[in-house]
């Protein structure tokens, strides 16, 4: 599932679509990394010979947006970095 880096750095909940069609909402918890996989239980695939389902597993992809800034956002999302680095 593709997020932005916002989301990723807050937290979100996304729509994920299931294997059989069935729709999921999944919490993508905060400081979530690129690559991240998370896991929805008993809705993957069948097991052999069985009733039972494995877990669907969901990569996370996060999305650099390429901004045209303005200097006012420019200065935020600097001050954001400064109070980010100093944690």
């Not at 932005?4 to 909402?25: H, P």
């Not at 896991?39 to 695939?45: A, H, K, Q, S």
Request: glycine content about 8%; overall charge neutral; aromatic content about 4%.
């Amino acid at each position: 599932i593709k997020i932005n880096a916002w989301d990723a750095m807050t937290g979100c909940k996304v729509v994920v679509n299931g294997l059989d069609g069935a729709q999921f909402e999944l919490k993508i918890p905060a400081g979530t990394q690129p690559g991240s996989k998370l896991r929805i239980r008993d809705n993957g695939l069948f097991q052999l010979r069985s009733d039972a389902r494995g877990s669907l597993i969901v990569n996370v992809m996060v999305e650099i947006p390429k901004l045209n800034l303005t200097d006012e956002l420019e200065k935020l999302i600097e001050a954001a970095k400064v109070f980010i680095n100093n944690e």
